[in-house]
């Protein structure tokens, strides 16, 4: 659980993938993963999405494969057992965690107000997701690190290539990209070659933020 953690750490960009079909997500997954992105998150709204994961963690061993848009235990033990690595949620549901840390999975729930941020990880979470982060902006994240220097912070619903670098330089840990990373009319020309160039500008963002 530990080293899953570091590695996105370390990386420090979730990339956070919706397609429209199993095919299509192995093919993003695949041209992120070119571009330097360690962490892959499938969210549950893929149709299909249990098999997607169960297919793209046999597949994808340079990959660690999470899932997202969870709000149950349920749910989280559902994907777990289908190969997911990290358990991800748009909100704060403490039944979630505790099923996530049960199989000794990371575990990354959502808050927004410093009681929400402290309340998820005083309950065992890894990272907290900052949803939707677009809302308070970079200089949020700086007014949380002040008095919650502790908690991991990743932010996540809006973010993009310009604000990336601020949000790391703010006190995130890494970033949760989604459309700016995942291009839809890249996707639908299947120009993975685009999605391999964006991922690396992440990648590359995160990592001259932090130098």
């Known amino acids: 659980m530990a080293g899953v953690v570091d590695q996105i750490k370390d990386c420090g960009v979730v990339a956070v993938i919706r397609a429209d079909s199993p095919d299509e997500l192995m093919d993003v997954s695949k041209a992120l993963r070119e571009g330097g992105v360690v962490a892959i998150e499938i969210t549950m709204t893929v149709p299909g999405a249990l098999k997607v994961i169960?297919?793209?963690?046999a597949k994808m061993t340079d990959t660690i494969i999470g899932v997202g848009s969870v709000l149950d235990p349920e749910t989280a033990r559902?994907?777990?057992?289908?190969?997911?690595?990290?358990?991800?949620?748009?909100?704060?549901?403490?039944?979630?965690?505790?099923?996530?840390?049960?199989?000794?999975k990371a575990v990354m729930p959502a808050g927004f107000t410093p009681t929400e941020i402290l309340t998820a990880w005083q309950a065992g979470a890894d990272v907290v997701k900052v949803f939707p982060a677009?809302?308070?902006?970079?200089?949020?994240?700086?007014?949380?690190?002040?008095?919650l220097p502790q908690v991991e912070l990743m932010p996540t619903g809006g973010v993009d290539i310009n604000t990336t670098p601020e949000f790391i330089k703010n006190g995130a840990c890494a970033v949760g990209a989604g459309s700016a990373m995942v291009n839809k009319q890249a996707v639908t020309d299947k120009n993975w070659a685009e999605l391999t160039k964006t991922a690396k500008a992440f990648v590359d963002a995160v990592a001259s933020a932090r130098s």
Request: one cysteine or more; aromatic letters at 8%; proline letters at 7%.
């Open 134 to 147: 677009s809302v308070g902006g970079p200089s949020y994240f700086k007014d949380i690190k002040g008095p």
């Open 54 to 57: 169960e297919e793209a963690s």
């Open 78 to 104: 559902a994907a777990i057992l289908a190969g997911a690595e990290y358990i991800v949620c748009p909100v704060l549901n403490t039944d979630v965690i505790e099923m996530a840390k049960r199989y000794s």
